[in-house]
């Protein structure tokens, strides 16, 4: 009896322990944690979508699409629903059987890279046709958890023609994520990577919208609690006409190098070509690691936009700066004549003109006609490498034209105080004799050349050169003397009607520039011309740099000359 009784004693204290902890377990979960336990209930029948805003459309001058959104479809998700190796590998297995190679560890990444809240819908397969979402949708055994969401696609209608200045977008990166953090992003939102989409990202983006849902147990939808539209990015219009800018690059075409035309009073660039080119549209749509490293590793650099980031030595196109120069320092004049006899000789090194035998006794206009290069050694010493570069900085070589345009080099003015940072050495006069010919350590980008000659035919006003229709800004006079800049006005429209660069003025409208041709250490010398139409009431300007052209006055020139003649007549 006594066992029995110790039995039910110990059998009554183990029942109070267990009411004991079952009503410290109530209380813990109803009172103590009872609004962290509500939370969570009410957050799990609530799902947040986020729907990504069309962006703004782009443009050319004439209303021609450049970019544009198509419809296309996303797998979208919860992290609680794709937390097991289990569901993704099922997951895989399911798209692959339909087409789509998502292996696991893509499916791992892409998860990772967008878990910022349990609860928070994200983006597991984008870019999805209407076919294939329907397929997914059919198949029995796709997780009832997943949902499509029909999300907005950026298309290039003229793809390569023009990807140099529109860029791409593509899904942000963890990194830029971080960067951005206090701009409203989100793993998988699309973010412009370069160009024009890249420059106004924060016009063209437009505002997310948002849609609460009530779900049940399964996560299906209930009903809908509150939702924000997106609100379309603004669209942008260029100034870009597409009509030149095929030209141009058709004109390119088997070449590297640059071509573009700009307005010589706004600034507003009308065609503005990089060869080689390349295609926007798949870096948009998703390439594969290797797809983007071959990219990157091709040796011509088909994304590097060498009409703003290629440096070159404007060789004898640099003339006309050094006779404006020269003119405004009073160093030379009509009168000033000098003697070529195919060479100058300084110490035991000899600088030779292009033409061996020597062009005679020139004055600064047949200096220019004749791309006499003995002339212009002569002028550079008597100026004097400070003057230069004070004419230089006045007509801000050496720093970026401010296109709106991300990537843009400022080229080089060089100089003696950059040449002792540089290679700790001083400046020699043989530096300034390579100068004066925009040869030795002047690099300038083909924007720049076109903005010197553009202040040349406008008399004298710096513009700023924009794509975006409104990114006019109010052109800088830089007070260069309208009688000595007639000068070179001459000058140049010898160089075309009865100079070097003929073969620039064969296609029916009248042009001046000047030609010009780079050494290049790394194979067939540069060729080059820059020039203005009509010359005697200029627009526009344009200019051409191919690599390993060899001659400007052949292979540059006629280039200039067809696409001024084209923007004249359209």
């Given at each position: 009896m006594e066992i029995l009784d110790s039995r039910l004693k110990l059998f009554m204290y183990l029942m109070t322990l267990s009411v004991c902890v079952l009503i410290g377990g109530l209380y813990f979960c109803q009172i103590y944690q009872g609004d962290r336990?509500?939370?969570?209930?009410?957050?799990?029948?609530?799902?947040?979508?986020?729907?990504?805003?069309?962006?703004?459309?782009?443009?050319?001058?004439?209303?021609?699409?450049?970019?544009?959104?198509?419809?296309?479809?996303?797998?979208m998700g919860y992290p609680l629903d794709l937390n097991t190796p289990e569901k993704v590998s099922h997951l895989s297995k399911i798209l692959k059987r339909h087409g789509i190679p998502m292996e696991i560890s893509d499916l791992e990444k892409t998860i990772k890279q967008q878990r910022s809240a349990p609860y928070r819908?994200?983006?597991?397969?984008?870019?999805?046709?209407?076919?294939?979402?329907?397929?997914?949708?059919a198949d029995y055994e796709f997780p009832h958890e997943l949902f499509p969401l029909?999300?907005?696609?950026?298309?290039?209608?003229?793809?390569?023609?023009?990807?140099?200045?529109l860029g791409y977008v593509s899904e942000i990166s963890e990194k830029e994520l971080e960067a951005r953090a206090e701009e409203g992003y989100m793993g998988g939102d699309l973010i412009g990577k370069s160009g024009i989409e890249r420059a106004y990202e924060n016009i063209l983006r437009g505002s997310p919208?948002?849609?609460?849902?009530?779900?049940?147990?399964?996560?299906?939808?209930?009903?809908?609690?509150?939702?924000?539209?997106?609100?379309?990015?603004?669209?942008?219009?260029?100034?870009?006409?597409?009509?030149?800018?095929?030209?141009?690059?058709?004109?390119?075409?088997?070449n590297k190098g640059a071509l573009l035309a700009m307005d010589v009073h706004t600034g507003a660039v009308l065609a503005m070509a990089s060869s080689p080119v390349y295609d926007n549209n798949p870096l948009t749509w998703g390439v594969s690691g290797r797809e983007w490293n071959s990219i990157m590793n091709n040796p011509d650099r088909p994304m590097l936009d060498r009409a703003i980031a290629g440096v070159y030595p404007p060789a004898s196109t640099f003339k006309a700066f050094m006779s404006?120069?020269?003119?405004?320092?009073?160093?030379?004049?009509?009168?000033?004549?000098?003697?070529?006899?195919?060479?100058?000789?300084?110490?035991?090194?000899?600088?030779?003109?292009?033409?061996?035998?020597?062009?005679?006794s020139l004055n600064v206009l047949g200096a220019?006609?004749?791309?006499?290069?003995?002339?212009?050694?002569?002028?550079?010493?008597?100026?004097?490498?400070?003057?230069?570069?004070?004419?230089?900085?006045?007509?801000?070589?050496?720093?970026?034209?401010?296109?709106?345009?991300?990537?843009?080099?400022?080229?080089?003015?060089?100089?003696?105080?950059w040449k002792m940072r540089r290679f700790k050495a001083q400046w020699a006069a043989g530096d300034t004799v390579n100068y004066s010919i925009g040869q030795g350590?002047?690099?300038?980008?083909?924007?720049?050349?076109?903005?010197?000659?553009?202040?040349?035919?406008?008399?004298?006003?710096?513009v700023t050169p924009h794509?975006?229709?409104?990114?006019?800004?109010?052109?800088?006079?830089?007070?260069?003397?309208?009688?000595?800049?007639?000068i070179v006005q001459k000058g140049l429209g010898y160089v075309v009607s009865r100079g070097t660069g003929s073969r620039a003025g064969r296609f029916g409208i009248s042009i001046a520039g000047k030609t010009g041709t780079a050494q290049n250490s790394h194979g067939d010398d540069h060729a080059l011309f820059a020039g203005y139409a009509p010359a005697e009431n200029p627009k526009y300007v344009a200019v051409a740099v191919v690599e390993g052209g060899k001659h400007g006055s052949s292979v540059a020139a006629p280039l200039v000359g067809q696409l001024l003649a084209h923007l004249l007549s359209h």
């Amino acid at each position: 009896m006594e066992i029995l009784d110790s039995r039910l004693k110990l059998f009554m204290y183990l029942m109070t322990l267990s009411v004991c902890v079952l009503i410290g377990g109530l209380y813990f979960c109803q009172i103590y944690q009872g609004d962290r336990y509500i939370r969570l209930a009410h957050n799990n029948r609530l799902r947040m979508i986020r729907s990504a805003a069309p962006r703004g459309e782009i443009f050319d001058r004439n209303g021609v699409p450049l970019a544009v959104n198509d419809t296309t479809f996303c797998i979208m998700g919860y992290p609680l629903d794709l937390n097991t190796p289990e569901k993704v590998s099922h997951l895989s297995k399911i798209l692959k059987r339909h087409g789509i190679p998502m292996e696991i560890s893509d499916l791992e990444k892409t998860i990772k890279q967008q878990r910022s809240a349990p609860y928070r819908v994200m983006k597991i397969v984008p870019n999805l046709t209407m076919t294939q979402m329907a397929e997914l949708v059919a198949d029995y055994e796709f997780p009832h958890e997943l949902f499509p969401l029909s999300v907005w696609r950026r298309t290039y209608p003229a793809g390569s023609t023009a990807a140099n200045i529109l860029g791409y977008v593509s899904e942000i990166s963890e990194k830029e994520l971080e960067a951005r953090a206090e701009e409203g992003y989100m793993g998988g939102d699309l973010i412009g990577k370069s160009g024009i989409e890249r420059a106004y990202e924060n016009i063209l983006r437009g505002s997310p919208g948002q849609e609460a849902l009530e779900v049940d147990a399964r996560g299906r939808k209930v009903r809908t609690l509150d939702s924000n539209p997106a609100v379309k990015g603004e669209n942008i219009t260029l100034t870009l006409d597409m009509g030149a800018q095929k030209l141009a690059v058709e004109l390119l075409k088997n070449n590297k190098g640059a071509l573009l035309a700009m307005d010589v009073h706004t600034g507003a660039v009308l065609a503005m070509a990089s060869s080689p080119v390349y295609d926007n549209n798949p870096l948009t749509w998703g390439v594969s690691g290797r797809e983007w490293n071959s990219i990157m590793n091709n040796p011509d650099r088909p994304m590097l936009d060498r009409a703003i980031a290629g440096v070159y030595p404007p060789a004898s196109t640099f003339k006309a700066f050094m006779s404006i120069a020269a003119l405004e320092e009073n160093v030379i004049n009509t009168s000033t004549m000098i003697s070529c006899r195919g060479g100058l000789r300084m110490g035991s090194h000899l600088f030779k003109c292009w033409k061996h035998s020597g062009h005679g006794s020139l004055n600064v206009l047949g200096a220019l006609q004749h791309s006499c290069d003995v002339y212009f050694y002569q002028v550079g010493l008597r100026a004097g490498i400070d003057k230069l570069i004070k004419w230089g900085r006045k007509l801000r070589l050496g720093e970026p034209t401010g296109i709106d345009l991300p990537g843009e080099s400022g080229g080089n003015i060089a100089g003696p105080d950059w040449k002792m940072r540089r290679f700790k050495a001083q400046w020699a006069a043989g530096d300034t004799v390579n100068y004066s010919i925009g040869q030795g350590y002047v690099l300038m980008t083909p924007l720049q050349i076109a903005r010197v000659y553009a202040a040349i035919a406008n008399g004298g006003k710096l513009v700023t050169p924009h794509l975006n229709q409104k990114g006019y800004k109010t052109p800088e006079n830089i007070g260069i003397n309208p009688d000595k800049l007639a000068i070179v006005q001459k000058g140049l429209g010898y160089v075309v009607s009865r100079g070097t660069g003929s073969r620039a003025g064969r296609f029916g409208i009248s042009i001046a520039g000047k030609t010009g041709t780079a050494q290049n250490s790394h194979g067939d010398d540069h060729a080059l011309f820059a020039g203005y139409a009509p010359a005697e009431n200029p627009k526009y300007v344009a200019v051409a740099v191919v690599e390993g052209g060899k001659h400007g006055s052949s292979v540059a020139a006629p280039l200039v000359g067809q696409l001024l003649a084209h923007l004249l007549s359209h």
